[in-house]
């Protein structure tokens, strides 16, 4: 099991590795700035855990790269993500 939260940029693409919850997503939050330079696609493909700390940190990864006038995908969403969003009753495109 992963005990920490792992990002690596591959052009637009920022892949997410290991967990995404309020234990190890303080690092992502204190570099988002410069992690999401130019960033098109967010990949949760390889995240092992999610809570709602870590939808909320990909609700704001999401508006920050919107206010620079660009868009931005999530791929690789699983099961859980979905059913968070869902018992939140978020909209859509919060996470796309």
């Not at 990002?7 to 999401?36: C, H, I, N, S, Y």
């Not at 990864?61 to 995908?73: F, H, I, N």
């Not at 791929?75 to 909209?91: A, C, D, H, I």
């Amino acid at each position: 099991m992963a005990d920490s939260l792992r990002w690596t940029r591959e052009g637009g693409r920022l892949l997410l590795q290991g967990e995404l919850d309020q234990d190890f997503l303080v690092p992502l939050w204190d570099a988002r700035k410069e992690v999401m330079q130019d960033v098109d696609t967010i990949d949760l493909s390889e995240i092992t855990r999610v809570d709602t700390a870590g939808v909320a940190l990909l609700m704001h990864l999401v508006a920050q790269v919107r206010q620079q006038g660009s868009a931005v995908s999530i791929v690789g969403k699983s099961e859980k993500m979905n059913t968070l969003v869902q018992l939140y009753n978020l909209p859509p495109d919060l996470i796309p």
